[in-house]
């Protein structure tokens, strides 16, 4: 069964935020994740580091769109066909205003857009803006427009709470040489996004989701994603420490139950910190 892609409903979307005295509009932040709710700015996880170890083997790669650092990491780490995904429509549009800002500005530039997208509920007002707005994807240009006045991109923090996870200057340098475009979006939960797919992919990068299901959603989506990653492709679930923590029963029991056509593991980026970086992997074996 196939699910078509939901329409954009503006109406809906601005019912996600609250109006405020100053005439400007904040999320709701009791809806949690919404087709609609605020993108981060900049990722709060070291994609550096995951895309970095498949470098070699990951050249089509399914991933989360988050604040659209996922894909760029993936595009400069060598992967050459990308599909992103994400349950907000938000997270779409700060994906496609770094593909254009990474043509059109310098580094400095490019870190200052991001800090100011952060705070603003005046998105057209901002530097460097104008530009962008007008080489984006119609879609996005008009979400933009119609919500100018939301905070469409406070999820998290800003860029300057996170100096390690912003590109380095070789990191922009080839960014800019690699990514001239937007990468194809799906708006989908995780729940309905086998029903979005209809090729393999080397690696599924699921970010943190998982940590915000039980053992038995954990388990569904999994399953429903095996036909979608190659023979000795990988799932990848990033998360911090106590995520993993939370749901290593989980991914133990999934390592049982899928024990013929999948193994599953961890890796830590550095075992002598109890609090650093840790992925699950699950890699299909038949």
Known sequence: MKISTPQINITNARNDYIPLSDGSNTYNKFKSFSQYSPAYVITNEDIRWVSGLTANEAKKVLT??????????????????????????????????????????????????LNDLHTS???????????????????????????????????????????????????????????????????????SLHHHLTKEYDIINLSNILEYMNEEQIHKSLISLKKHIRPEGYIIAQTGSWGIHRNRQAFYEASQKFHTWAKIGFLQKDKTQANSEMIAILQRTR
């Open 64 to 113: 989360v769109t988050g604040s659209g650092d996922q894909p760029i990491f993936y595009s400069i780490n060598g992967a050459t066909e990308i599909d992103m995904f994400d349950i907000s429509f938000c997270a779409k549009i700060i994906a496609d205003i770094k593909t254009v800002a990474l043509q059109k500005l310098n580094r400095p530039d490019y870190i200052q857009l």
């Open 121 to 191: 509920r005046d998105i057209a007002s901002i530097a460097n803006m104008r530009p962008i707005i007008s080489a984006l994807p119609k879609d996005s240009q008009q979400f933009i427009t119609q919500m100018n006045d939301c905070d469409i991109f406070s999820n998290g923090l800003s860029a300057k709470y996170y100096p390690e996870f912003i590109p380095t200057q070789e990191e922009f340098k080839i960014m800019k040489e690699k990514i001239s475009k937007p990468f194809n979006f799906i708006w989908s939960n995780l729940d």
